[in-house]
């Protein structure tokens, strides 16, 4: 990745960096050089996982702790110049289901951070990982950072009033915050447990597992996918672009694909697995917003960040990883 000599020997915080996303950025900021600590309470039934950071763990600090706990926080934050902000609950359907633990985790916990920043490293900037939920149901497509916001669960609810705190601190205290409304993201070191959250990844393993994939409905609905690494570089470039700090930007590729052809992909890549179509279950029905895809034209303007991975070698590279490391994940 060109121009990211700026994390060389920088001080960053990942929160939730032993889950999927954190720690393929974790890995990235190590290979440039910064030094990495985590913070991650290892909230069951989601994504950390102490292999996906085996080939750092030698170079990062690891905190078990809960960014809602304020002493850990305070303590962690100082000295930081970046705080990634991934520690979320991410299980949409555990937001209906346990509403007021999303809530906490994700409003309290940002404001806890916020609040340890406040108090301890007013110019630590944060890069706060919020969801293309928070638009809720499409009214206009693609879907630029102006449309209305209209969350249809809990989760997309908490990530949107998460942002706004983070505005609210870049605004009211000068505590620098970049927002991203990341759309469904896969790839390796994603969770493989379950279904509820991170359907792509779910498909992958379907099709490993030589089962039937299902896909809910006529498998019409479109959606926006984007790599793992795409994502990683587009959080680094956001990081480093002075102007990026008091906005809200959509990450995602642009590009709508359906279930049903997504899932006919993988079958095709991964050589075994057969796409079947089901009906939603009441819980998916509940909070699925339809169709959605990403104008992406605020993001590559301003921080000239522009996906890179198709998704055929995004499948495939996802698949390869599966392939050697399933036993630590299934
Ligand atoms: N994966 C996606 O497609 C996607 C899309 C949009 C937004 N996001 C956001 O990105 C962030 C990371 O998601 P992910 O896909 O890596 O999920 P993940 O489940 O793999 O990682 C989340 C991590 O946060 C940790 N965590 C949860 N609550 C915590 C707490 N209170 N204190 C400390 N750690 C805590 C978990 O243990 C886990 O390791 C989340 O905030 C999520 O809402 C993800």
């Known amino acids: 990745m060109s121009g990211m000599s700026v994390f060389k020997d920088r001080e960053v915080l990942i929160t939730g960096g032993l889950g999927f996303i954190g720690s393929n950025l974790a890995i990235e900021l190590v290979r440039l050089g910064a030094r990495v600590t985590i913070v991650d309470n290892m909230l069951p039934r989601q994504g950390s996982n102490f292999f996906n950071i085996k080939d750092i763990e030698a170079q990062v600090k690891v905190n078990i702790s809960d960014v809602r706990n304020q002493l850990s926080m305070n303590h962690l934050v100082k000295g930081k110049d970046y705080i990634f902000h991934l520690a ?76 706004k705190m983070v505005l609210v601190y870049d605004d009211v205290f000068g505590i620098k915050g970049a927002c991203l409304r990341i759309t469904n993201t896969y790839g390796p070191r994603h969770q493989m447990m379950h279904d509820e959250y991170g ?23 479109l959606r926006d996918f984007l790599y793992v690494d795409d994502l990683v570089a587009c959080m680094l470039a956001t990081a480093a672009t002075d102007k990026a700090y008091g906005e809200v930007f959509n990450v995602g590729t642009g590009v709508p694909v359906s279930f049903i052809d997504l899932a006919l992909k993988i079958v095709e890549i991964a050589g075994s697995g057969r796409a079947i179509y089901t009906e939603f279950t009441q819980e998916r029905k509940e909070v699925e917003p339809g169709d959605y895809y990403a104008d992406i034209t605020k993001i590559k303007e301003m921080v000239k960040w522009v996906p890179e991975i198709s998704l055929e070698d995004g499948i495939q590279r996802t698949i390869d990883y599966y392939r050697e490391n399933r036993k630590e994940y299934w």
């Open 88 to 163: 979320g609950q991410v299980n949409h359907v555990d937001s209906m289901r346990n509403p007021i633990q999303d809530l906490d985790i994700n409003c309290r916990g940002t404001l806890v951070l916020l609040e340890a920043l406040r108090q301890f490293n007013r110019s630590g900037k944060v890069i706060f990982a919020g969801t293309r939920g928070e638009y809720g149901s499409s009214v206009t497509l693609p879907v630029d950072e102006d449309h209305p916001t209209n969350p249809k669960g809990i989760y997309a609810v908490t990530n949107l009033t998460a942002e």
């Open 199 to 221: 359907v792509f990844n779910w498909f992958i393993r379907k099709a490993l597992d030589h089962e039937d994939i299902p896909v809910f409905g006529d498998g019409r609905i």
